[in-house]
């Protein structure tokens, strides 16, 4: 059995002393030890200690890398370092890295080698000298980047200092683990503090209620900078644990890697389920060796938990529910073939119960609690409510709000809710989700629905367009491919819907857009409608234009 934690380095480290030779992360043909993993996050932190003694500033320290040793050993080293760790990802536009590298205050990035050639754009301009750890990389191939950029420090791998003169630095429970940048409404990322007891406390409950042990081999399927990424590494690491993180190839076909890699626990979003789904790859007993199948980040289809529990029949199934705000997960619900499916709404499934410790309220506009069986806004308190956005205060102040009757600031979710009569809570959709089309009041999630069980898609979007200043003049829905004729589809779900419900197109979409978390991105999909509405007006202005240039070339003759 795991022991509850004080910070998030120490599961780790209990376990490198008792199992120093178990696999602690395979990566490829890659496996490293939990006695070599640490030996590497070791060195880290005790460069970082030398470099950084005199270092004013916030103690972070930023990773640049994606699915490399080098990563994983930056964020080790990062904590045994004392400070926390800021995730950044090599594969997003370097302008959106720098930014969020400026706002976090970080004196130090550690660097996979892939990410090197970055960063002449990543440092350019930077306030501040940083120290430059590229743990994989010899230190004569830094020489071009230190003649470049003189006012940073470079190490390469003979640079950086032996594991045996780490001292560990004192780390309270309320200081920072990691420093997660996720989307903002005005296009700036917002920065989510999150300290080591919000951590722990999520890790203490998963592990009581997983019992992960040496033996597990747990799935790593999400970017570092997706804060899921934190229950694969650190519950298995305290557990000692093997992560096994798949390569791009590996991960592009997840049932073979499940099988090959001999996985014991799976956590993915549950667009990966569908995909699976989608291409056959969830035949009955085809996962046998699944103790755990567990869904996070999306809401997960009625239809694609019933194929995959088939698939994975000695595995219990559950359906996680968390933003970043509230730390990786606060509230599941465990998959009940008998029971489940009548407790779903909108065809997918309860997001369950809250966590130990944490407490979830229903309300409505005016923050006034709502009774079982209505429909409100879920926010939540408890340990694992983080410390807030990263110098802004104004927004913190907006989404931690004090509730009657309650001492504990609630962090409002932005999600519509319902908790059923004498049963566990339902997701109904964002709160930013539900529109008004020609002045009713409409969740596009009920559309959604109609549209997933007319079609035959495991997925579908409904999107308000083409908006008008009071909202919406239609909805455009989405399908997968491979369902009916899109005017079939249309017709069947107009058959069900209230005319200002009903799509006025239906589009199928051979290849789901996803965002760098493995969601549906309905940005995207947003984007392409406005694309061609731009493409049309501007079909429409050429004769236009062309008949008024003629127009004035005949009166100027």
Request: hydrophobic letters at 40%; charged letters at 25%.
């Amino acid at each position: 059995m795991t022991r509850s934690l004080a910070t998030l380095r120490d599961g780790f480290l209990n376990s490198a002393e008792r199992w120093p030779d178990h696999p602690a992360l395979q990566l490829g043909a890659t496996t490293l030890t939990y006695g070599e993993l640490q030996r590497r996050a070791l060195s880290i932190a005790t460069t970082l200690q030398w470099v950084d003694r005199d270092a004013a500033g916030p103690a972070r320290t930023a990773v640049l890398g994606h699915r490399d040793t080098a990563a994983f050993e930056g964020i080790l080293g990062a904590l045994c370092r004392g400070h926390g760790y800021v995730p950044l990802d090599p594969l997003v536009p370097v302008a959106r890295s720098r930014a969020m590298l400026r706002r976090s205050g970080a004196r130090s990035v550690i660097v996979e080698a892939g990410a090197v050639p970055m960063l002449d754009e990543l440092l350019t301009e930077s306030p501040w000298g940083l120290t430059v750890l590229a743990p994989a990389e010899p230190s004569t191939a830094l020489d071009g980047l230190r003649a470049r950029l003189p006012d940073h420090r470079f190490l390469g791998v003979e640079d950086l200092l032996l594991p045996d003169a780490w001292q560990p630095t004192p780390v309270e429970p309320d200081a920072e683990a990691y420093l997660l940048f996720t989307s903002g409404s005005t296009g700036l990322p917002k920065g989510v503090r999150v300290s080591h007891r919000n951590v722990t406390s999520f890790l203490d409950a998963v592990a009581a209620r997983y019992a992960p042990g040496p033996e597990d081999r747990f799935s790593h399927t999400f970017d570092l900078t997706f804060d899921l990424s934190v229950f694969d590494l650190f519950l298995a690491w305290q557990a000692g644990a093997c992560v096994c993180c798949p390569t791009a190839t590996e991960k592009a076909v997840p049932a073979r890697y499940i099988r090959s890699a001999g996985l014991t626990v799976w956590f993915s979003v549950p667009s990966t389920a569908v995909m699976m789904s989608k291409l056959r790859m969830l035949e009955p007993g085809a996962f046998g060796g699944l103790r755990h199948a567990l869904f996070c980040g999306e809401g997960l289809p009625v239809e694609v938990a019933r194929r995959f529990a088939a698939a994975a029949p000695g595995a219990v199934l559950e359906n996680l529910y968390g933003p970043t705000e509230l730390t990786v997960a606060c509230t599941v619900h465990r998959w009940d073939p008998l029971v489940s499916p009548a407790q779903s709404e909108l065809g997918l499934v309860p997001i369950g119960e809250p966590y130990p410790g944490m407490t979830a309220r229903v309300v409505d506009e005016r923050l006034r609690d709502v009774p079982d069986g209505s429909t409100g806004e879920l926010l939540l308190t408890g340990p694992q409510r983080t410390l807030g956005y990263l110098d802004d205060p104004e927004r913190t102040a907006a989404a931690f709000v004090t509730l009657d009757g309650a001492s504990e600031l609630f962090y409002r979710t932005g999600d519509r809710v319902r908790r059923l009569p004498g049963g566990p809570l339902v997701y109904l959709g964002r709160s930013d989700h539900q529109v008004k089309i020609k002045g009713y009041r409409v969740e596009l999630g009920e559309i959604e629905m109609v549209l997933r069980e007319v079609s035959g898609s495991d997925v579908a979007v409904a999107l308000a367009w083409p908006r008008s200043e009071s909202g919406a003049d239609g909805v455009v829905g989405f399908v997968g491919h491979g369902a009916e004729d899109p005017e079939v589809v249309r017709r069947r779900a107009a058959a069900r819907l209230p005319s200002y419900m009903q799509p006025r197109e239906v589009r199928v979409v051979d290849e789901w857009p996803l965002n760098a978390n493995g969601k549906v991105d309905r940005g995207r999909l947003l984007e392409r409608l406005i694309q061609e509405r731009a493409d049309q007006e501007r079909a429409a202005s050429e004769p236009l234009a062309r008949a008024e240039s003629g127009a004035e070339r005949a009166v100027a003759s």
